[in-house]
């Protein structure tokens, strides 16, 4: 019965030992008599006990690696504390278990003097402005080096990067007066566009005034010359009115003189017309010119007819 019992526990435990089973993303080195054997893949699998046991034991998801910090020189002699994080992943773990005796403390010491290097062939502020470029000649020089332990190197970021206090201290009083040379340079250029804007609104107020004043005595002197030309015509027409009234007044005269009688009455008219002016002479002079043949009046009309008549021929 005890030997029963002794050989069923023996099952048990042969059993047990034979039947391994690995989680998703872990794989497990196998090693027989001290030899590697295999990799045992995510699932149930079976090894021979007490021959075959489990020498390494793998995680195969991306694993972040804080890399210490250290003080980097740059290539202007400037002090740098530089600390990042490294992203890697097993991918092979075979080599992972054979090709190093400590991959994690492998990748971080090549990390720290991969950073060193990148940073010493650059200036302090570049340091600031490619960290990016940083990042990627670190992954590349990690990538090459870490393929023979079986890991690959994702990617690498700069945490932070602390310059000495005294180096703080400059880089801000730097940018405090590069703020103030933008503001007075902001303020002067604000003060020159108002100098010219006020300049150029001056210039289009007079330059709109001179042309107001222009239009204004084009406007005058055309008014002016339109009321010449207007007074002109007016003037020329009253001229021509009274030069044809006039011509129709003679024309009726000489074809009433024509008529019978016509001389007769003319002649009448002109004995009133003289009789007429020696009086008016006589009411408004004190002194009396008369004629040296007053007394023949007839005289006088017949001289005045001769002449009417030398005019009808």
């Known amino acids: 019965m005890e030997l029963a019992l002794i050989l069923f526990l023996a099952v048990v435990i042969f059993v047990l030992k034979s039947i391994k089973v690995v989680p998703q993303q872990h794989a497990y080195v196998i090693e027989r008599l001290g030899r590697y054997h295999g990799t045992l893949q995510p699932g149930l699998s079976i090894v021979v006990p007490f021959v075959d046991r489990v020498a390494y034991k793998h995680i195969l998801k991306e694993i972040p690696l804080d890399v210490p910090s250290q003080i980097c020189i740059t290539r202007d002699n400037t002090q740098l504390k530089v600390d990042g994080i490294l992203y890697f992943q097993v991918t092979d773990p075979q080599r992972a278990s054979y090709g190093s005796s400590d991959y994690i403390l492998a990748i971080t010491q090549l990390a720290q003097t991969t950073l060193r290097s990148v940073i010493g062939k650059m200036e302090l502020d570049k340091t600031f402005e490619e960290r990016d470029e940083i990042n990627r000649a670190v ?153 040296g043949n007053v007394a023949d009046i007839g005289g006088l009309v017949a001289s005045a007819m001769s002449i009417v008549k030398q005019v009808q021929r």
């Not at 030309?229 to 024509?258: D, W």
């Not at 009448?268 to 009789?275: G, K, M, N, S, T």
């Open 139 to 291: 992954v590349a020089a990690l990538d090459e080096a870490a393929f023979s332990w079986g890991v690959k190197v994702l990617r690498y970021e700069i945490k932070d990067l602390v310059p000495p206090q005294d180096i703080l201290h400059a880089m801000q009083a730097q940018i405090t007066a590069e703020r103030e040379k933008r503001a007075l340079i902001a303020s002067s250029e604000g003060r020159k566009m108002e100098q010219i804007n006020i300049a150029s609104g001056t210039r289009e107020a007079a330059i709109q005034q001179s042309q107001g004043e222009m239009q204004a005595t084009i406007n005058q002197s055309e008014g002016a010359k339109q009321a010449a030309i207007n007074k002109a015509l007016g003037e020329a027409e009253a001229l021509r009115l009274v030069a044809t009234a006039t011509a129709e007044a003679i024309q009726r005269v000489a074809g009433a003189i024509k008529t019978e009688g016509g001389i007769e009455a003319v002649n009448l008219r002109v004995a009133e017309q003289y009789v007429d002016a020696f009086g008016k002479l006589a009411k408004e002079n004190n002194t009396l010119i008369l004629p």
